[in-house]
């Protein structure tokens, strides 16, 4: 590696890491022992999608230095909204520099000749003003930053582990069950997924997750866990573990579903963020010393936070048209209303024995990266306005009357979302307009869209 100039941008900032000789030589002799010929150059967009370039890894000195380049509108899927226009950016727009992060290089276990980073977005350093600072549309990057950012404010680090329910389908799956009593936790639905779970736990043991337990909890869903962390941490495993999932169904011949309500009179997908706060070792959530269930002042004005801007973050943490027939099905463990519990399972936010709390309105397909850049910005709005969450459901006055009802739809949680400057901060403006954009733009395509329950419903013969 050549010397260099001191740092003046954050790519050069990060390229100068890159260059680090120890680094370097880690990731030269992991390749080399595992024989990677492959590597993934992957990024992750505004919708939570994995996007990246394969490159031989021959060029890997190169690619830590120079990243790799894709076209802005990769962002936003390039996506196009219903008159054709292409978000995030036109054909003549700009490319972005990804550049990797040495640390999350894995080998891919189903193909020990590939290996992948996840990278972090850059604008190109030739540009005149920008030059070299952060790709604006770059979650990933975004939440590393906010989360930096909130410690710095606060003193106290986010640690959250996701609870990711999946519903697999295909042969030798099938599902004989009693109509009135559901399946959940019977050992012979475990062993019937015996592929898919031994397959997914042990490629994402290989990959850095350290899987902890799983569960059957109805018709075809599976929920596999892993250990919590830093929240950006768990944001990159929970990428990593859906890439898991759809290799484990193409070897299996199956297929694996994160669509948050399958069916209706089933449970739906969600993906529940365990949230706790963390000074050094110790959870601030909980009092030393207590067994009882109890959140310490910290832990109140922090929940009271996220429930003030629960209704605001929905588009987020439920970002589909799916997401709410989720809300909608009743009796299915979904919650119908913003509130919060002892160990109460209808609730938005529950409080567990192990002093955390359960946020349960993220569905499966939920982008981790704005999920939890939201919840930090709700937590420290919390912490600084000292924001009561009021009493638990059950306790005395309703606490679904203090904060806004739930948005029932993906275009009354666009209204809600919108109207939230706290959650529209934690995004920054170019998420926050391209999410906006893009979920507007499915919102107006389902609008206009003919199903065929209205088919049912006045088709011919109906009247």
């Not at 490159?55 to 390039?78: S, T």
């Not at 589909?320 to 509130?339: H, L």
Request: charged share 25%; with cysteine; hydrophobic share 40%.
């Amino acid at each position: 590696m050549t010397d260099r100039t001191p740092s003046t941008t954050a790519l050069d900032r990060h390229r100068e890491r890159n260059s680090e000789r120890g680094a370097v030589d880690a990731v030269r002799e992991r390749i080399a022992a595992a024989g990677v010929e492959f590597l993934y150059y992957q990024a992750v967009t505004v919708g939570g999608r994995a996007v990246g370039k394969v490159v031989p890894a021959v060029h890997l000195l190169r690619n830590l230095e120079n990243g790799v380049q894709m076209h802005r509108a990769v962002a936003a899927d390039f996506q196009t909204d219903r008159g054709g226009t292409l978000l995030g950016g036109g054909p003549r727009a700009t490319e972005f520099t990804a550049l990797p992060d040495p640390d999350t290089f894995a080998v891919l276990p189903w193909d020990t000749g590939v290996g992948r980073f996840l990278c972090r977005l850059y604008e190109p350093a030739h540009q005149s003003e920008r030059g070299g600072e952060p790709f604006a549309a770059d979650v990933r990057g975004h939440l590393i930053r906010r989360h930096r950012e909130f410690t710095e404010r606060t003193g106290l680090v986010l640690r959250s582990g996701c609870e990711p329910e999946t519903t697999w389908t295909g042969p030798g799956l099938e599902v004989p069950h009693r109509p009135d009593a559901s399946p959940a936790y019977q050992v012979e639905m475990l062993e019937r997924n015996r592929p898919v779970y031994r397959k997914v736990i042990g490629y994402g043991t290989a990959m850095g997750l350290d899987m902890i337990e799983g569960d059957y909890e109805d018709p075809g869903q599976l929920e596999l866990n892993w250990m919590y962390d830093r929240a950006e941490l768990t944001a990159d495993r929970l990428l990593t573990f859906r890439q898991i999932c759809r290799q484990v169904a193409r070897e299996l011949g199956v297929t694996v579903s994160f669509m948050p309500k399958p069916a209706v009179g089933v449970m739906g997908n969600g993906c529940h963020h365990n949230l706790s706060l963390w000074r050094g070792e110790e959870n601030v959530l909980a009092e030393p010393g207590r067994r009882d269930l109890h959140l310490s002042e910290t832990g109140r004005h922090a929940l009271g936070g996220i429930l003030a801007h629960a209704a605001g973050a929905m588009a987020v943490m439920g970002p589909t048209v799916n997401s709410y027939k989720r809300y909608w099905d009743a009796g299915q463990f979904a919650p119908g209303r913003i509130d919060w519990g002892m160990d109460d399972k209808t609730c938005t936010v529950r409080l567990s024995a192990n002093g955390r709390l359960e946020f349960k309105l993220p569905d499966a397909m939920v982008n981790p990266y704005l999920s939890h850049a939201v919840l930090l910005a709700a937590i420290a709005d919390g912490l600084e306005n000292r924001i009561e969450p009021g009493p638990p459901q059950g306790g005395g006055a309703d606490p679904g009357d203090r904060f806004p009802a739930l948005p029932l739809t993906l275009g009354e949680a666009l209204t809600a979302f919108a109207q939230d400057s706290v959650v529209h901060g934690a995004l920054g403006e170019e998420i926050a307009a391209l999410h906006q954009a893009c979920k507007s733009d499915e919102w107006a395509r389902f609008c206009a869209a003919v199903t065929d329950w209205e088919h049912l419903m006045y088709g011919e013969g109906t009247l």
